[in-house]
Structures are given as C-alpha cells and as structure tokens.
C-alpha cells in the first residue's frame, strides 16, 4: 500500500469547526463529533470523506436526520459521506477502548490517566474525521470524567468553565482559537500538579506556564520551565515570535513512543525530557530537556501556525524545527562565555554533538534501503518517516539555506513565511520560495536537496605552484545510487574553506582577480560535478581546511596524512574542523587495528596519532568540554558505515586495544587532568561544570579501560561519593567496562538506590545491555538482558524501557548483538514480532536495527538473512515493520 507524494489532492470537503464531546471511561468512552463540514471550491467534487480506525460507529446524522440510504458508505479507511449542499452538519458518535489501547496512538492510558497521541494520523482512532493535515479547523472540546481519579482535565486553548456532576464526575470545556489539523489536538484527563510560572510576552502580555507531571515528580521540574522560558525569550529576540495564547501546558506522561509532541497550547512529553533533577539526572539529561522543550515551544509558529499541507512536507516543519531548536542551544551554551574564542568553541560544542548524531544516525539511513529525500516521494507507513533523514538532514538543509543568505536574510525570509502563510498548510517549495523572494536569491538548483536521496561525497584537493604562490583548490562531488534514484544530479554545495600558514594561524585569503585578501574563512559555492578556485598571494603552501563548521552535509573525501591531521589537530582555527581532524585521525587508526585484528596481525597505536591525542589531553588552556569531544572516539555505529566489509568484532578489538593502550599509555595525564577538573560546590546545571564533568568522566573511562587497581579504584570511588547524578552514572559507565567486583556492587548499589524511579532504571537497564566484554570470556550480554526482561521494573509496554534495553543492545553493542552463533538475530526477530502485536511503531523502530544488513561481511549477512524472512513472514505483521523487513530484504 504505497502513497505517492504526486498523488496529493486535496479533499472535496473541508470542516471549518470542530466540537467535541468526551465522556471518558477506561474501557467504553463516548466521543461525540459535530463537524461543520464545508465544500472546498478548490477541489473536485466527491463525498465527505473521513478516516476512521479501531472505533465502533455508535451512530453518525446528517443535519440532525438520519443518513438515508447508501448515503453513508464504508470504506476500506473510514466512511464516506454523499452530500449535495456546500454545508452539512455531521453529528457522529464513536466508542473507543482507550484501556486497551496499546498502540500509543489515538487515546490511550497510562497510570491511571487518559492521554492523547495524534500525529500523524491518531486522530482517526477517536472519532471518523478528514484526518490529513490540509484541513484546519476551530474546535471546542468538552471532557466528561471520574473526577476522583482524574481529577485535571485539559485539552487545547483556553479554558472556558468547569463543573461537577452526579455520580462523582465532573467536566470541564475548552476553546482552541486558532486554525488548526486534527494532528495538533490533544486531550489529558488524569492525577497531575503542575509547576506554575506567570510571564510578559515582549508585547506585554501576561500568560500563564504550567508544567503537569505526578506529584511526586514536583521536585524534578524547575529545569523544564525554566527551558520553556528561555525558548520563549529566545524566540521573541532572535525570530520576533511570541507566543499567542493566554496559556501554555506541558504535560508529562511516562508512556509514550518519542520524545514529545508540540500539541496547540498542550505540549505532551515523554517524561525523559521533562524531569530532570541533579540527583536523577545527568548533565546530558538537562541539556535534552531544553532541547526538547524548546523544539516542541518552536513548532508553535514552526509547525502549527503554519503547517504542513501533506505528511511528504514533514521536514518543512520539522527540518526547520530542528535546526531551530539547535541554534537555541548553540546560543544557550555560549551565553555564559567570556571571550568571542569561547563563545565559538562552546558553540562549536553543540555542532559536534548534531554532526555526531547526523553521522551515526543519518548516515547509515542514507547508506540503506530506508534511504529517502528529506521530503520523500512515497511511504507506505508515515509513522516510518519520522527520521535522522527527515529531522536532521533536514536541519542540515535549512542551515545551509542560512549558511547561503546570512543571517538578516533568512530572518527576512522567515518574516515573510508567516506574512504569507500563517493559518496555512503549506510545502517545502513554499518555505524555499520565501526564502529566494525576500533575498532575489536563486534557489531552485538548491531545491534538488529536497528531492535527492544519499550522502554526497565531496573531494577536495589542492594543488601548490611555489613560482607564483598560488594554491588551487578542485572540488568534486558525487553522490551514489539509492533505492529508486540509480542516477544522481550535482547539488548546490556551499563549502566553507580557509587556509591555515605553516605557523598555524589562518591566512587572509585572496581569489584570483581580487584585489585584496579577505576574510580567512570563505564560502565556496560549488554547484557543478567539479570545479577549480585559486587562491593567490600565498608565501608558502598552506594546509587546507574545508567545511568548516560543516557547512553542507556531505562526506569529505581529502587526501591528508597522518602528520597534517596532526598538525589540523594542534592548529585549526575552526573549532569544528579541529575537531573533525581528531575524528578523522581515530577513524584511521581504529580502522586500521581493525583490519590487522581481521587478519590475526599484532596490533600497534601509531605513535604519531598518541602525541597529537595526548597535546590536547593535557592543553589546559582549551574548553574542557571541547576537550572531551575530541578525545570521545566516533560511534561504533559511524565506524560500521565505514568498514568495508563491517565487520563487529574486529571492530571492538580495535576499540578497546586502543582505550586501552591510551589509557596505560597516559594514566599519569588522564590522572592529572582527572583532579585537576573537580568541580566544587553545589551541582549546576551550566555548561562550565558539565564541560568538566564531561572530561573527568572521560578520563575516568580511559583509566578503567586500562583497567589498573587505581583506576578501578578511582571509578568505585567517585561512585560512592557521588554529589550528582552525572558524577555516579559516569563512575558506573565507566565500572560498568570491567571485569572487577566493584561492577557488580556498583550496579546493585544504584539498583537499591532507585529501585522504584523508572527513568533511573532506564539508565541501568541501558549500561547493562551496551557494556563490552574486555575479557575473551564467552558472550554474556544476551543473556543479561534476557535475564533483565524478568525483572519486575522492566515492560514490553513501555516504550522508555523497550528503547534501554532492547534498543541498547540491538543498535549501541553491535559487537554483542552480532555474535558469530546468530543468536542475537533470533532474539531480534522473537522481541519484534512480541512487540509488534501490541505497539507496531515500537516494533518498527526496533525493526530498523538490521536494515543495514547488507553493509556486513557475507557470513554474517546471510545468518541477518533468516531472521528477516522470519519476521516478514510472520502473518499479521503490521505495516510499519513489514514496510521495514520488506524494505531490506528489497
Ligand atoms: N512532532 C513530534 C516532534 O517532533 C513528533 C511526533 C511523532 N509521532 C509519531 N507518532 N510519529 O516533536
Ligand atoms: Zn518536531
């Protein structure tokens, strides 16, 4: 059942209002629709079309009377309705079981309390409706519930009145007052408290904050408001938006399939990223609270106020969310540094950790049969496409879009967006458009990036003439094949360059026919297959340094040895691309052991590659938390995609000879910055301290991978003394890599601690299932996590420990799950088909650990083969996974 992007129409009727009536009840809840249904001159005429799934038509009238007959049709999606006038009032009543609604999606419960999930398509669990997100309409609601169990009552928009009733129930209505698709509605019904905050929007409006959670969790969400408050002010200085209702809620919920959901005024989060208190959570922790609230704050304007016509233009608001929310926390990272030279590396800091992501997540979706544009032309189960693809990559275009017209121009672009469009769903050619109209920029050669799938490889080379001291600069690019795209086009590549002198410092640069040097970082915009640019005036030749910041997200193919990455490592003035080059120099050396570990040969760290990692282990004068990134070795996942072969256990030798090897190789460094970086006083969440922490806890997993009595030591020590949670979860990870008994006392001691805090467990769950094996002992970790399943905490049904646990193991320990006998793959297949029976996008997502099976040396893609003709002949498979298996066996 494939949907195709070119097949969008839009519907003969539209509904211009929506009022709602819920009579809840855990297992037989009421909902009563009244759709002023309304014909859309724009369209060809048909019937009233309305998606429904999983309900029970208790009764539907039209204009009050009874449909006649065959008026009202079944189809194999919903019903559709004959009408001949432009305006009809359809009353429809459903009944839903929301108690066994295991889905997530529609309305369903958790402890006790009534939640909603609607994108993208939930809404047709509740009630039939033209559930596609081009029909914008108001809506009333009204909540009918046990007033004892669910005592708050909360949907979207204002709250026009409450009320009690007999029998112990009571009720409450609400009013949504702007446009807005069935996607954004939401409802909760449930036992909450709520942190309250009044604040004045910059017109000078006051509106009311509420963060929902438990009671008991009161204690864990002043880092939540204050994060919405910084994202409000954020959004009122950088983009000019403000917020527009009276009130704002955020709820938190424990089960829930992703992060969080930008419902109008109702925001629903997982409660991984509302709660977070020192005690409870890492700083890692705090960092994504802010990210994600501020992301779902975003969408206000970036996705509800303007929304998207069809779910192909997801990355329109997601893309442009993402990047959005990023820039925030670039923003909020270097507020507190005290010098333009901090202020760029602690930047520099959050853009490491998105291109970390782009390339462990993104890349390896580009790399297999998942891969897609940023706005796909077909899918046969949207729920799929929320991807690194869609989300990441799709930030990654946006910022090139800011990288190509400067900061005030693409403010002007965004000002003319919500000129345009606001109270509109609209496309990616729309937002594009705005973009090239409010800066007579030319765009369209830009645009191929919404509709080519796969990574780009850029080449660069350099080419030296000492006679007339100038240095060229060829870049190519290409871009391989993907499913249903064997012939790619050149893109339009902005490609930021500078050259960095013998001494290290940048040079001003000068292109030919210029007549004076310039700035020392240049955009280079390439838009054919190749293309030269010569840079004169140089005395001597320079070492390149292209992409800087990562300006396009594409491969670097440059030719450098292992002395200029080292001289990079020690001398690049972008913090990004100095970075870049450690990464780069690891990759080489890992996957250079990788290849000696394949073939039986002795392995040997490079001397070259232990001075250019220990001048930065012991350089105090740079950003601890810059420091900590680039000694971090890439994802194993990353590493994967760039064997060839992929080979995991190699792969792993590889990476604890070299931790190892390090480690022994630098106790005394890794010691001396390790005390050097305590941070004293009270826990804070601020980026100085967590920089320290970051690479004390670094350095406390070098030590313990080398794996002396002192190191073991130090680890069980800081444990114990921990002040906050980031400092024992660091000293866990860190026990967790060894074979001592402090491992085992370790993790009893954290089990006891927060034996009854879910997100906690998550956290031990997590270690237990991605910890490596550092002895030659057999492989235990399926076992362990088999065993874990058993343990009262853990549940099939909560997607938070379903992610820890079996994501853990199958996506973060690609050498335990890749075992030689196969049984990680059988163990794979049994938990995706137990999954799928209840929560399919769960399943789907687990599903997604084995598609790129294809990238692994033959022997073990043919043991990868039997588990995925397993579970694609499973009968009853759901569309989500079975698009997934389909997909990789293809
Ligand atoms: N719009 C949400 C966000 O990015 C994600 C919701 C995705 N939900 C889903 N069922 N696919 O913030
Ligand atoms: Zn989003």
């Not at 706005?375 to 693809?389: C, G, K, L, M, V």
């Not at 993907?482 to 893109?491: C, D, F, I, N």
């Not at 930021?496 to 210029?514: K, N, Q, S, T, Y």
């Not at 007549?515 to 240049?522: E, F, L, Q, S, Y």
């Amino acid at each position: 059942n494939l949907i195709l992007r070119e097949a969008y129409q839009p519907l003969a009727y539209g509904v211009e209002t929506v009022d709602l009536d819920f009579n809840l009840d855990p297992q037989a809840t009421v909902v009563t629709s009244r759709l002023k249904c309304v014909r859309n001159p724009d369209a060809a005429a048909g019937p009233v079309v309305l998606f429904g799934e999983a309900l029970e038509l208790v009764s539907i009238a039209i204009d009050g009377a009874a449909p006649a007959e065959g008026q009202v049709r079944k189809t194999e999606s919903g019903l559709e309705v004959n009408v001949s006038a432009d305006e009809v009032v359809l009353t429809i009543v459903t009944r839903i079981n929301p108690s066994a609604n295991l889905t997530l999606s529609g309305l369903y419960q958790s402890r006790g309390g009534f939640y909603t999930q609607c994108e993208a398509e939930g809404f047709r669990r509740i009630t039939y409706f033209p559930d596609r997100p081009d029909v914008m309409a108001r809506y009333t609601v009204r909540l009918e519930a046990d007033a004892a169990t669910c005592p708050v009552l909360l949907s979207n928009g204002n709250l026009l009145e409450t009320g009690t009733l007999p029998n112990g129930r009571h009720f409450a209505r609400w009013e949504d007052p702007f446009l807005k698709p069935s996607y954004l509605f939401a409802l909760v019904a449930a036992e909450l408290s709520a942190l309250e905050r009044t604040v004045t929007t910059m017109s000078g409006r006051d509106v009311l904050l509420q963060v929902w959670v438990e009671a008991r969790d009161l204690d864990r969400v002043e880092h939540a408001m204050d994060s919405l408050i910084h994202s409000m002010r954020w959004d009122e200085e950088v983009f000019g938006l403000e917020l527009d209702l009276d009130r704002f809620m955020i709820v938190a919920v424990s089960d829930f399939n992703m992060g969080a959901m930008e419902n109008k005024g109702l925001n629903i989060f997982n409660t991984k990223y509302v709660l977070a208190n020192p005690d409870t959570g890492t700083d890692l922790d705090f960092e994504n609270v802010e990210s994600v609230v501020a992301h779902e704050y975003f969408h206000n304007w970036t996705g509800n106020r303007v929304t998207c016509r069809d779910w192909f233009q997801l990355t329109l608001k997601e893309g442009l969310t993402v990047f959005r929310d990023q820039q925030f926390t670039a923003d909020m990272m270097a507020r507190a540094s005290d010098s333009p030279a901090a202020a760029a590396s602690a930047r520099a800091v959050t853009r490491i950790a998105n291109v970390r992501g782009l390339r462990s997540g993104q890349f390896p979706e580009d790399a297999g049969p998942m891969a897609h544009p940023i706005r796909p032309d077909s899918y046969q189960e949207i729920n799929n496409f929320y991807t690194a693809t869609v989300y990441q990559k799709g930030a990654e275009v946006i910022r090139m879009i800011l990288t190509l017209l400067g900061r005030e121009g693409f403010r002007n672009g965004m000002d003319l967006y919500f000129s345009y469009h606001d109270g509109q769903a609209v496309t990616c050619d729309d937002f594009v458009g705005c973009m090239a109209e409010a800066n007579g920029a030319d765009l369209d050669l830009f645009m191929r990036w919404y509709s080519q799938a796969g990574t780009p490889r850029l080449k660069a080379e350099g080419a030296w003439d000492a006679a007339t001291g100038t240095y060229t600069l060829t870049l190519s690019q290409s871009t391989p094949p993907t499913p249903g795209q064997p012939e790619k086009l050149p893109l339009h590549i902005p490609v930021a360059v500078g050259l960095i002198g013998p001494d290290g410092a940048d040079l001003p640069l000068r292109l030919e026919g210029e007549a004076n040097a310039g700035d020392t970082t240049r955009v280079l915009n390439l838009k054919e297959a190749s293309r030269s640019w010569r840079f004169t005036g140089l005395a001597a030749e320079p070492v390149p340094s292209v992409l800087r910041g990562y300006s396009a997200p594409v491969i670097l193919e440059i030719d450098e040895d292992d002395e200029r990455l080292a001289f990079r490592m020690a001398h690049d003035a972008d913090p990004f691309n100095r970075w870049d080059a450690a990464q780069r120099f690891m990759e080489r050396v890992v996957l250079g052991l990788a290849a000696d570990a394949a073939a039986g040969r002795k392995l040997e760290v490079p001397q070259a590659f232990g001075h250019a990692f220990r001048a930065l282990l012991v350089n105090e004068s740079l950003d601890p938390a810059f420091v900590a990134e680039t000694l971090a070795l890439p994802s194993e996942a990353y590493l994967l995609e760039r064997m060839q072969p992929a080979d995991p256990a190699p792969l792993r030798a590889a990476l604890i000879h070299l931790m190892r090897e390090v480690g022994q190789a630098m106790q005394a460094d890794f010691l001396g910055r390790y005390l050097d970086l305590e941070v004293e006083g009270e826990y804070r969440y601020h980026p100085a301290d967590a920089g320290k922490r970051s690479l004390r806890n670094l350095c406390l997993r070098y030590l313990a991978a080398w794996g002396g009595p002192t190191a073991i030591d130090l680890a069980a020590k800081q444990f114990e003394h921990a002040g906050n949670m980031t400092e024992r979860y660091g000293a866990l990870a860190a026990l967790v890599q060894s074979d001592a008994p402090q491992r085992t006392e370790a993790l009893a001691a954290f089990h006891d601690r927060y034996r009854d805090d879910a997100l906690v467990l998550d956290k031990w769950f997590m270690l237990q299932a991605t910890a490596w094996r550092w002895s030659d002992a057999a492989p235990t970790t399926l076992d362990q996590v088999r065993a874990l399943m058993a343990n009262p905490a853990f549940s099939l049904s909560n997607p938070n420990k379903v992610y820890s646990l079996l994501g853990g193991y199958f996506k973060s320990n690609a050498a335990e799950f890749h075992r030689p006998d196969g049984a990680g793959y059988a163990f794979w297949a049994e938990q995706v088909v137990a999954l799928d029976r209840n929560n399919p996008q769960v399943a789907s997502r687990m599903a997604r650990a084995l598609e790129g099976w294809r990238k692994f040396t033959p022997e073990i893609q043919a043991r990868i083969r039997v588990a995925l003709e397993q579970v694609a002949a499973t009968e009853g498979l759901s569309p989500d996974v079975a698009e997934i298996v389909g997909k990789a066996l293809g």
